[in-house]
C-alpha cells in the first residue's frame, strides 16, 4: 500500500488548510483511516480517525476545528482543517490499517508539514 500526503503549508493562526493523502489501494479494502501528527520534540499524535462504517473520531484538541472526510472514487482521504492555532503546527502524516488473513498491517504516508505562525 503506497499513501501520498499533499497540502501542508504556513499559514496564520486562524486559518484553513486542507490535507490530501492518495491511497493505492480500494477504501473497500481498509478497515481504518487515520491522521496523525508529531510536533518538534513531541511523540506522534493520532488526530482523526474514519472507519470502514463511516465512524469518525477526533483528538480533543481539534474537535469542533478538524474534519475528516474520503472520496471513495478518488481514493483520497482529506483533512479539513480550520481555525488553526500555533499549537497544530506540526508533520502530518497519514495512515490506513488493513486486516487480511488475520494480519494487521499499517501503512504510513510520507508526511505534509503544516506551520501555523504570525
Known amino acids: 500500500v503506497q499513501l501520498q500526503a499533499s497540502g501542508g503549508g504556513s499559514v496564520q493562526p486562524g486559518g484553513s488548510l486542507r490535507l490530501s493523502c492518495a491511497v493505492s489501494i480500494k477504501f473497500s479494502s481498509i478497515n481504518a483511516m487515520n491522521w496523525y501528527r508529531q510536533a518538534a520534540g513531541k511523540q506522534r499524535e493520532l488526530v482523526a480517525v474514519?472507519?470502514?462504517?463511516?465512524?469518525?473520531n477526533y483528538a480533543d484538541s481539534v474537535k469542533g476545528r478538524f474534519t475528516i472526510s474520503r472520496d471513495d472514487a478518488k481514493n483520497t482521504l482529506y483533512l479539513q482543517m480550520t481555525s488553526l492555532k500555533p499549537e497544530d503546527t506540526a508533520i502530518y502524516y497519514c495512515?490506513?490499517?488493513?486486516?487480511?488473513?488475520?494480519?494487521?498491517?499499517?501503512?504510513w504516508g510520507q508526511g505534509t508539514q503544516v506551520t501555523v505562525s504570525s
Open positions: 474514519t472507519t470502514n462504517d463511516g465512524a469518525t
Open positions: 495512515n490506513v490499517v488493513t486486516y487480511s488473513g488475520g494480519i494487521r498491517r499499517s501503512a
